[in-house]
């Protein structure tokens, strides 16, 4: 623990700080780094901010969160709590780090510090290491994770990373540091339970200074990845332009260059929930920018799609709460794709963004509604009908904006106009009769 000692007293940019923020759970991990920082306040003079959070799955949930209230009431320590009341994410883990940290920048900026401060330590490298060496990740995935990370914001410090389990807690007894045990830490049913019980114990009797080779090659991994992020930071510059990549340019590169600037794109997408990135995602994506397929997009965690329209990757999060509307047009209809269609007296234009009707050829009232599968429509100037899906396709709609594209139907279903794309045969020029003049802007 001497190293984490040193560590922290050579921590100089504390120096001007007036508060520090550090994540304890109440075991002897989190407890420790509190202790450790008690110390090393005398030294800095800042004031320590513990915040605390009730995950609410276990029924010693309750005393934990007051016994970390009562030891930062008795060692003059600022206390903030909050306690995560439901979950909705089959991944109880993912959405529990989510709002873990959602709150950690809450109390960041309430006291306007830089600095958070958790206890991950040596062992919990080795752990995530190997886990992400079985999943598969990018080259900065493998890495496990910074001693200090840096975010918009502020700085996650991660000095326990130098020190074992076994250390901790070692250092804990010595200095009567009083601590929580977590008994879900020993059940087997977590993945990284099953390398903290059966894998490491293994590897430290081989070397019981593992994991300290496991932090070197850590850092030698993320020297690589800074220096090879360098080149594509650059490469990005000509083939990526506001978040839409530009695939026949990608294509051009070294296969190394096309992967991590896929990689670079999903780390800055995903942050902190990298470790949901397999590389199996990276090589799906990669597939799909070089497929004979136009038009196809690949799953991604947390509802996002890597989306191929063409000759351009983007990446888009789902909204499937908006994909199906319909509404009947009278006036001005404000549409889901900040579009509107307006219902006018007279008009000019001849182009697509205009129709003009007759009361005669349809049936009303008039609706605009998104698509649906096997629509069709009489296209003007053509004989028979002709699928929507492939007027997107011949028009070049990215795929993205083809479920909020408005379809103008009659009140018997019959498809008039696509609006700013396809007329319909009912479309009346305007040296004939209409008495209905509908304007898409």
């Known amino acids: 623990m001497n190293e984490v000692r040193h560590y922290l007293e050579n921590l100089k940019q504390l120096e001007k700080e007036k508060y520090v923020v550090v994540a304890v759970s109440g075991g002897p991990d989190s407890m420790t780094l509190l202790y450790m920082l008690e110390k090393l306040r005398q030294h800095y003079h800042f004031q320590i901010v513990c915040a605390h959070v009730n995950h609410n799955v276990r029924k010693e949930s309750g005393k934990e969160a007051v016994f970390v209230s009562n030891y930062c009431c008795s060692h003059g320590i600022v206390y903030e709590f909050m306690k995560i009341e439901n979950y909705r994410d089959d991944n109880f883990h993912n959405e529990a780090r989510v709002i873990r940290y959602r709150f950690f920048e809450q109390i960041l900026n309430k006291y306007q510090a830089h600095y958070l401060f958790t206890a991950h330590h040596g062992d919990d490298l080795m752990e995530t290491i190997l886990m992400r060496m079985v999943r598969g990740a990018s080259l900065k995935g493998y890495s496990g994770f910074e001693e200090i990370a840096h975010r918009e914001n502020y700085e996650i410090i991660r000095p326990l990373i130098f020190a074992t389990k076994s250390e901790i807690l070692d250092y804990a007894n010595e200095h009567d540091i009083p601590y929580v045990k977590d008994a879900s830490n ?256």
Request: hydrophobic letters at 30%.
């Open 186 to 441: 020993e059940k087997d049913v977590y993945t990284r339970n099953r390398y903290r019980k059966y894998v490491l114990p293994f590897l430290k009797q081989e070397d019981a200074s593992v994991h300290k080779k496991f932090y070197k090659f850590s850092k030698t991994l993320l020297e690589y990845e800074n220096y090879i992020s360098q080149i594509v930071r650059e490469k990005m510059n000509i083939i990526v332009s506001d978040g839409v990549v530009d695939i026949p340019l990608l294509q051009k590169e070294e296969f190394l260059i096309q992967k991590e600037i896929i990689n670079n794109i999903l780390s800055n997408l995903y942050e902190d929930d990298l470790f949901l990135i397999t590389d199996r995602h990276t090589e799906q994506i990669l597939n799909l920018c070089h497929s004979s397929k136009k038009n196809a997009k690949v799953c991604l965690p947390q509802n996002m799609d890597a989306v191929r329209t063409y000759n351009q990757l983007t990446f888009e999060k789902e909204n499937q709460d908006i994909h199906q509307y319909k509404y009947e047009i009278k006036d001005t209809i404000k549409l889901p794709n900040q579009h509107e269609i307006e219902v006018v007296s007279e008009s000019n234009m001849t182009s697509n963004n205009i129709c003009y009707l007759s009361k005669d050829d349809i049936t009303l009232p008039l609706y605009v509604r998104s698509r649906q599968d096997g629509d069709k429509m009489y296209v003007k100037g053509l004989n028979g009908r002709k699928k929507i899906n492939d007027i997107f396709i011949d028009q070049k709609i990215p795929m993205s904006d083809r479920n909020l594209w408005p379809i103008v139907e009659d009140s018997k279903g019959t498809i008039v106009w696509i609006p700013g794309l396809k007329k319909s045969k009912f479309d009346r020029t305007k040296e004939k009769k209409y008495d209905i003049i509908l304007k898409y802007h």
